[in-house]
C-alpha cells in the first residue's frame, strides 16, 4: 500500500485549524497513525487507529478517515507544533507517507 | 520508562558490513515485536525489518531483503540489525521502534555509506 500526503508543506498562521491529507493506494482499514518529527529528534505517536489519541498528545490533534481516505487535524495550531507529520499504514505490510511540513505564517 | 538505545553506527565503504544493536528496558522485551526503521537525510522513514517476539517470524522491505538480517537476544533485551553488501543508498538514521504503531523509538544511529 502507497500513501500520499498532501500538501507536502503548509504554512499557517498560530490559531489556525489546520488539516493534512493521507490518501491510500488500498483500502487502509482505519489501521492508519500519525507521527510528528521535529527536527533533530526521532518521530512521536500522536494518532494510532484512525483516531485514538495517544497518550499525552494534546487535544487540539485528532484523527479521522476511512477506507483510503484519512486526516489529521490541529484544531487550534501552536508554535511548538511545527514539525513535519507523517502518515502510517500498518493494515498491509508497513508504509510511511512521504510527509508534510508544517511552518508557521 | 520504555527506553531504546541503538548503537553500532558508523561510516563505510560501499560493499562493508555493520551490525546494529538497540538495548530495551522498561517493558516485557520478549512479549513484543521489534522493528527497524530508517531516515535518509532530509527524507521520509522507510520500514525495513520485523521481527516477532519469539524470532519465529522476520520480515523485510524489498530494498534491504537478503542484504539485511534482523535479529535478538531476549537474555539480554537486545535487538540487531546485521547489515551486508551496503550501498550508499543505505545512508540513513536507523531507528529501532516497538511493536507497530510504534509509541516508542530509539533515538536513531547514523550510518553513512561513502567511499
Known amino acids: 500500500i502507497q500513501l500520499t500526503q498532501s500538501p507536502s508543506l503548509l504554512s499557517a498562521s498560530v490559531g489556525d485549524r489546520v488539516t493534512l491529507s493521507c490518501k491510500g493506494s488500498?483500502?487502509?482499514?482505519?489501521?492508519l497513525a500519525w507521527y510528528q518529527q521535529k527536527l533533530g529528534e526521532a518521530p512521536k505517536l500522536l494518532i494510532y487507529n484512525t483516531n485514538s489519541l495517544q497518550t499525552g498528545i494534546p487535544s487540539r490533534f485528532s484523527g479521522s478517515g476511512s477506507g483510503t481516505d484519512y486526516t489529521l487535524t490541529i484544531s487550534s495550531l501552536q508554535p511548538e507544533d511545527v514539525a513535519t507529520y507523517f502518515c502510517y499504514q500498518y493494515n498491509n505490510g508497513f508504509t510511511f507517507g512521504s510527509g508534510t511540513k508544517l511552518e508557521i505564517k | 520508562e520504555v527506553q531504546l538505545v541503538e548503537s553500532g553506527g558508523g561510516l563505510v565503504k560501499p560493499g562493508s558490513s555493520l551490525k546494529l544493536s538497540c538495548v530495551a528496558s522498561?517493558?516485557?522485551?520478549?512479549?513484543?515485536?521489534m522493528h527497524w526503521i530508517r531516515q535518509a537525510p532530509k527524507k521520509g522513514l522507510e520500514w525495513i525489518a520485523l521481527?516477532?517476539?519469539?524470532?519465529?517470524?522476520?520480515y523485510y522491505a524489498d530494498s534491504v531483503k537478503g542484504r539485511f538480517t534482523i535479529s535478538r537476544d531476549n537474555s539480554k533485551n537486545t535487538l540487531y540489525l546485521e547489515m551486508n553488501s551496503l550501498r550508499s543508498e543505505d545512508t540513513a538514521m536507523y531507528y529501532c521502534a516497538k511493536s507497530t504503531p510504534f509509541a516508542y523509538w530509539g533515538q536513531g544511529t547514523l550510518v553513512t555509506v561513502s567511499s
Open positions: 522498561g517493558f516485557t522485551f520478549s512479549s513484543y515485536g
Open positions: 488500498q483500502n487502509i482499514n482505519n489501521y
Open positions: 521481527i516477532y517476539y519469539d524470532s519465529s517470524n522476520k
